[in-house]
């Protein structure tokens, strides 16, 4: 099984949450967002620098910044991994 965040990912592609790798108040937050393990996640767009990333989660549209997506890993789907 090959692991990514979710920052490694760009418009188009669909992401598993496996796990969320933060504690505290951050890691409350993005559960409460939706992004829960197994979830599943649509990249939607990304700003011109390339921070904040639009994505599609529980059927909301949530942006968020390099710093709380590199802490959230999972898989790719439609690549080599299995969906």
């Given at each position: 099984?090959?692991?990514?965040t979710?920052?490694?990912?760009?418009?188009?592609?669909?992401?598993?949450?496996?796990?969320?790798?933060?504690?505290?108040?951050?890691?409350?937050?993005?559960?409460?967002?939706?992004?829960?393990?197994?979830?599943?996640?649509?990249?939607l767009?990304?700003?011109?620098?390339?921070?904040?990333?639009?994505?599609?989660?529980?059927?909301?549209?949530?942006?968020?910044?390099?710093?709380?997506?590199?802490?959230?890993?999972?898989?790719?789907l439609?690549?080599?991994?299995?969906?």
């Amino acid at each position: 099984m090959n692991h990514h965040t979710l920052f490694d990912t760009k418009p188009g592609d669909r992401f598993r949450i496996r796990e969320i790798r933060v504690e505290g108040v951050l890691r409350r937050r993005l559960l409460d967002l939706g992004f829960i393990p197994g979830a599943l996640v649509e990249v939607l767009y990304q700003s011109p620098l390339g921070d904040p990333v639009a994505y599609r989660v529980s059927q909301s549209t949530i942006a968020l910044r390099k710093e709380e997506s590199q802490k959230i890993w999972g898989e790719k789907l439609g690549d080599e991994t299995n969906e």
